[in-house]
């Protein structure tokens, strides 16, 4: 078994549905006078901006 799988198998067995999970979503940027391209990084968890972002188990296997 490797390690990413034996990870992401433990992920699984101490995950909650209680955690919020936090997605991170890749936007490209042109920037200008030929500044190249930049990538922006949103997290989102999916609820309002009171509720904080989280990195746990469930995140991992999504």
């Not at 919020?20 to 490209?28: E, I, M, N, P, S």
């Amino acid at each position: 078994m490797s390690d990413l799988t034996t990870l992401l198998a433990r992920a699984e067995e101490i995950s909650s549905d209680a955690e919020r999970v936090t997605q991170a979503h890749l936007r490209k940027v042109t920037l200008p006078r030929g500044g190249g391209v930049m990538g922006l990084i949103t997290l989102d968890n999916g609820e309002d901006h009171t509720k904080p972002n989280t990195f746990g188990p469930r995140g991992l296997i999504a």
